[in-house]
């Protein structure tokens, strides 16, 4: 870092007087970073050296993985908070220099680098300054255009800002809730970028602030008091459904959680309003660097490792990971065909551990197919999905092998093909999936000749009755589905008894019809050999039993309800003032139903949305059906 400040003609001294200050400014206790600034401190040097060594490797510093790599190879964060809090300072002091190209490449480097990095740590201040100072020499003109215009401003704002949060603190505070409200206005950096994105001026940007609602909530109801908020918000000011951010139902990766939308406030102004708890605040104004703001934490977590391709593009792996887990993380196809890999000019094997660092090449052959114990060799649970995956289909293709060579030998006896006559063999010989038995076909657990005697002994007596006229054969969707009473008893092994303790057996819910505990559902054996869920009302199902009749199973519940299930509603109704207040109202009043998410459309004075509630079985579902019906000026609910 000091030869940098060399090169730009900067005083050392000053930099490192600034930069004790900014690190005073982010952490309780910075004795010990301070001391690390000392010219003679080699540990630090070495980092620092070691972040050069790293971007020159790559010629782009807006890539999200040499960030994390950068990260991860700096051994001591409080290193990590000096490097950014450098930066911070040297950006501070550049304003004066001659080398135009150095005073470039730094803003660039400090907008497009060290504020992604600030911002991953929760130094948002930092952050922000950052990408501010960045765009004040990348682009002097439109920094200070933006920032006059908002001085002018900034009186005219406050008091909107005043007159606009009034009536929402007193509903807020008829309802109950215990609450604290701020503004902020968008950085400079931030309006710059809408500016550009939408082609309008500062005016035109009309989220120029922020107001935030943080509500002292208990953890089991925050989201639940979330929602109530921005129900009380959309029957006080007309809400813009496309600019609607739900964060509540699914977190960002980094765990921020919150619900923003934009209303039309006083003068025909939007305005974006952010609701979230306090919990949930704390985490966004500080973050991961809230972990490491006290005396006493050394390292960073385990980032995982980074390995290069042969062209020199970066990946992100888990520590432990193979040339193997490397070659399908690339791609499936690469993973399938993987020989082993070659790293530095040395081949190596697809057990290969790999190194943060390492250049990998994937050898490949077309002869290769996954193996089982390729299980073993993978670590990641991304790699052992695609090999199992690749398993399976291979089990499918054999088991429709082995199932056209029996049918091939039936014609060959002069056996006429009767599904149901092969579904009760299939069973009567101990499979209840009917994929399994196909492989045992296909591997020769069991014998051909034998099955074919099995299913001559049960079809003769139909057809060979003397002075009997031939019966009516059914379908392979009737024997599965509706079967009687006295089959049902008899052949109660052949039900698939839906359980979540259930073992061995991999099943999911179909989500194009969501069952519910209590549907009528039945099973359908996918090409990966796993089993979906059906609702015998699915508008699937129809061609599920006349194409793939023979990979339908009959399912039924176990036990009672217990788990939850997220089921999609489709609301329609007038657009009337309180009606989706009203809504909301009644779903949080439910005992055992919540809200995960809704969207809402509104269209000449009609609305139609969706509603996702997670509930644990049908009849309650009915209930909430009926009662959502019966609010004014809803016309329509139903199941999607």
């Not at 070691?50 to 782009?60: C, G, H, T």
């Not at 385990?302 to 993380?329: C, E, M, N, Q, R």
């Not at 309800?561 to 109202?585: E, H």
Request: glycine content about 6%; proline content about 2%.
């Amino acid at each position: 870092m000091f030869e940098t400040c060399i090169q730009m003609g900067l005083d050392t001294n000053r930099v490192l007087k600034l930069t004790e200050e900014i690190l005073h400014g982010e952490l309780e206790d910075s004795a010990e970073i301070i001391a690390q600034l000392e010219m003679e401190n080699s540990a630090i040097r070495q980092d620092f050296a070691k972040v050069e060594d790293l971007k020159s490797k790559s010629a782009n510093i807006e890539n999200e993985n040499l960030r994390a790599l950068i990260m991860s190879e700096i051994g001591d964060m409080k290193h990590i908070m000096t490097l950014i809090s450098f930066h911070v300072a040297l950006m501070r002091s550049i304003r004066d220099i001659d080398n135009q190209e150095l005073k470039r490449k730094e803003a660039e480097e400090a907008g497009y680098l060290w504020a992604h990095i600030a911002h991953q740590l929760g130094l948002y201040n930092l952050k922000r300054e950052l990408e501010d100072l960045s765009l004040k020499y990348l682009e002097h003109d439109a920094y200070y255009y933006i920032k006059e215009k908002l001085n002018e401003t900034k009186a005219s704002r406050d008091e909107y800002i005043a007159r606009f949060i009034g009536p929402i603190e007193k509903k807020l505070m008829e309802a109950g809730l215990r609450f604290h409200m701020k503004g902020r206005t968008k950085s400079i950096h931030s309006i710059w970028q809408k500016m550009n994105k939408q082609h309008v001026g500062v005016d035109g940007v009309y989220d120029l602030f922020a107001i935030r609602i943080i509500l002292n909530s208990i953890l089991e109801k925050e989201k639940q008091d979330c929602w109530q908020v921005f129900s009380i918000i959309t029957d006080m000011y007309q809400s813009n459904p496309k600019r609607m951010r739900d964060w509540l139902s699914v977190p960002k990766d980094n765990g921020y959680e919150s619900l923003h939308i934009t209303v039309l406030g006083p003068e025909e102004k939007w305005v974006e309003v952010q609701i979230r708890s306090e919990r949930m605040d704390d985490i966004a104004e500080h973050g991961l660097a809230a972990h490491w703001r006290y005396k006493g934490v050394k390292e960073t977590k385990d980032d995982g490792i980074f390995v290069f391709t042969p062209k020199g593009d970066l990946h992100k792996l888990t520590t432990g990971s193979t040339v193997l887990d490397f070659a399908y993380h690339i791609h499936s196809g690469l993973g399938n065909r993987c020989t082993g890999g070659r790293i530095g000019g040395k081949a190596v094997s697809i057990k290969h551990v790999l190194q943060s660092g390492d250049q990998v090449e994937i050898m490949t052959s077309s002869a290769q197919t996954p193996k089982q114990d390729w299980l073993n060799i993978a670590t990641s649970s991304k790699a052992k999905a695609k090999i199992r995956q690749s398993l399976k289909e291979m089990q499918f293709r054999q088991a429709l092998m082995a199932k056209e060579v029996l049918e091939r030998k039936m014609k060959n006896r002069k056996l006429e093909f009767d599904e149901p006559t092969l579904m009760h063999t299939i069973t009567g010989m101990g499979y209840r999936i009917v994929t399994d038995f196909y492989e045992a076909l296909a591997q020769n657990t069991i014998d051909v000749n034998d099955v074919l005697e099995d299913y001559s002994s049960r079809l003769n007596p139909v057809h060979k009755s003397e002075g009997a006229a031939p019966a009516e054969r059914s379908k392979a969707t009737d024997f599965v589905l509706n079967t009687t009473n006295t089959e049902q008893s008899h052949h109660r092994d052949d039900v698939l008894v839906i359980d979540r303790s259930l073992k061995g057996i991999d099943f999911q819910m179909a989500k194009c019809c969501q069952p519910v505990y209590g549907d009528d559902v039945f099973g359908f054996v996918t090409s990966g050999g796993g089993i979906k869920i059906h609702r015998t009302t699915c508008p699937n199902a129809k061609q599920l039993r006349e194409r793939f009749g023979y990979r339908i199973v009959r399912a039924e519940w176990a036990g009672k309800g217990g788990s939850q299930y997220p089921i999609t509603l489709r609301v329609v109704g007038n657009d009337d003032l309180g009606i989706i207040n009203n809504i909301t109202s009644i779903i949080s009043k439910e005992e055992k139903i919540l809200l995960r998410s809704i969207s809402i459309d509104s269209v000449d004075g009609l609305f139609s949305g969706t509603l996702t509630v997670m509930l644990d079985d049908a009849g309650r579902l009915k209930q909430l059906i009926r009662k959502l019906k019966t609010v004014k000026g809803v016309k329509n609910v139903t199941r999607s």
